[in-house]
């Protein structure tokens, strides 16, 4: 990671105080960014590629209204192969560059029913059933505790921020909890039910691996989900990524407000 840092450090005099991680289809914010250094994932030591389509692979650091910012757009997953510990590669890396907080975003299937495709929400907790963890293994006394707290993973302060900024755009930024599954094939209508009965609101393939992490480093998480479609068998339909993607699109103007009136309100 050494390696990594001091090659990011070399290309902008920028120090981020505030990690934002795009997910599917949302990585529109990071041209917003001003003064920015655009550095593809591929240039950067030890970086693991993204590889699914909607994610562009490049950390992008500048300024939203004043604050200095660092974008990952695009992250690994963990059905492109990688391990959790990969996925939270370059999320400490902008923790050792000077980031205290992250705003994790994702695209995520809707079990509430009343959610519709395009619905922003805020997460309040989650459901790690992704079989792994990034911290297993020899823990980094250097980066946090053997055993990290997780009673409030997505802190309550954040998401207050978060649906005030929210207001100002007349949004109304329900909140609910995330459950993460390793796919990559969507859910059955059969585990969507189980999914619901165990307490999740919302599925998807990612952010899990980062929330652990981030809150073992001591760093404060705000968690966004966008609801690309009702999760399987909620409505008679079938899913489909270009649908996931084309939601993303509908909604990369809405979410870029709402990160740059939250983001200058988190530091
Ligand atoms: N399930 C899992 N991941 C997702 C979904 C879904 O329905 N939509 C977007 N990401």
């Known amino acids: 990671m050494t390696d990594a840092i001091q090659f990011i450090s070399l290309r902008t005099s920028v120090r981020p105080r505030v990690a934002v991680v795009l997910g599917s289809g949302l990585g529109a914010f990071a041209e917003t960014l001003e003064e920015q250094t655009e550095i593809p994932y591929s240039q950067i030591p030890g ?3 993204s590889t699914a389509v909607g994610h562009a692979g490049k950390l992008v650091i500048g300024m939203v209204e004043g604050v200095p910012v660092a974008a990952l757009s695009g992250r ?7 391990t959790a510990l990969q ?8 923790r050792s ?18 959610w519709r495709p395009g619905t922003l929400v805020l997460i309040s907790d989650h459901i790690n059933l992704l079989g792994q963890s990034p911290l297993s293994g020899p823990n980094d006394e250097s980066l946090g505790l053997r055993f990290p707290d997780m009673s409030e993973a997505y802190s309550r302060r954040l998401r207050e921020v978060s649906r005030e900024a929210g207001k100002s755009l007349g949004l109304e930024l329900p909140e609910g909890v995330y459950a993460a599954l390793p796919g990559p094939s969507y859910e059955t209508p059969a585990e969507i039910r189980y999914l619901r009965a165990i307490g999740a609101d919302l599925v ?3 952010t899990v691996p980062e929330t652990i992490a981030a809150n073992h480093m001591g760093m404060k998480v705000l968690g966004i989900s966008c609801v690309t479609n009702h999760a399987a068998g909620v409505i008679d339909q079938k899913l489909d990524h270009k649908e996931v993607l084309e939601v993303g699109e509908r909604m990369k103007g809405t979410l870029i407000e709402l990160l740059r009136r939250t983001i200058p309100r988190l530091v």
Not at 87 to 94: D, E, I, N
């Open 47 to 49: 970086w693991p590629q």
């Open 76 to 82: 690994a997953h963990l059905y492109e192969g990688y």
């Open 87 to 94: 996925a939270v590669y370059g999320l400490r890396v902008l």
């Open 97 to 114: 560059l000077g980031a205290e907080t992250v705003v994790l975003t994702n695209a995520a299937g809707g079990i509430q029913p009343a």
């Open 204 to 206: 998807g393939m990612s």
